[in-house]
């Protein structure tokens, strides 16, 4: 069966995210004068690296060809920071209700959401808005929540009474070129990869 987007990349991954954080688009160029002016491309966008466990010879080169493909291709994968699958308050392996936007706030980066009954989001905590990932950044709970705070602002088109997904919130990202790293030790085989991703847009 042929690969199709979105990849399935990181179900299984023996590893985990070191860093998932957000990045600015911005262009600097440095005048005459000597000043430095900054332009911003669009708004900050998550950008991920992952590292693994030391594996054995064969799931070396299984997780290599996975994800040097992805890279090679450009394909976009679903990505997920492991530490937030689920809310912070909310730990365990319970069933989590999906939840919708129901306001946004005129500053378009705080919003309030309803179906949540029962859920706390805490600081730090992932949520997934229409089609962004957004991290909370005020706590909030209660059907509907009140208005809080989030990161970065809703991207054009997010509307009221779009879905809001709470379980192992997503975007889509694709494997930085030349990031992939796979050495493997000349005596037994063994090796860790790493890789960087960047999230995709559009």
């Known amino acids: 069966m042929a690969l199709t987007e979105p990849l399935d990349l ?4 023996p590893g985990w995210a070191v860093s998932f954080n957000l ?7 440095r005048h ?3 000043r430095t002016r900054v332009k911003d491309l669009g708004q900050p966008i998550w950008r991920a690296a992952w590292v693994s466990r030391p594996l054995r010879a064969n799931a070396l080169d299984h997780w290599r060809a996975r994800i040097e493909h992805a890279m090679v291709s450009q394909m976009a994968f679903t990505a997920w920071q492991p530490s937030r699958c689920r809310p912070i308050a909310h730990s365990g392996t319970g069933s989590l209700p999906a939840g919708t936007l129901h306001t946004i706030g005129d500053d378009n980066k705080t919003v309030r959401l309803s179906g949540l009954t029962g859920i706390a989001l805490s600081i730090g905590d992932m949520v997934r808005i229409g089609s962004g990932l957004y991290r909370v950044l005020e706590a909030a709970s209660g059907d509907p929540t009140a208005l809080f705070t989030i990161e970065p602002h809703l991207w054009p088109g997010t509307a009221t009474g779009q879905a809001v997904v709470i379980n192992k919130p997503w975007c889509l990202m694709t494997v930085d070129p030349g990031s992939l790293s796979a050495p493997a030790d000349p005596r037994t085989g063994r ?5 960087t991703a960047t999230e995709v847009r559009g």
């Open 10 to 13: 990181l179900t299984g991954f």
């Open 23 to 29: 990045v600015a688009r911005q262009e600097q160029s």
């Open 32 to 34: 005459a004068s000597g």
């Open 191 to 195: 090796g860790s990869i790493s890789f």
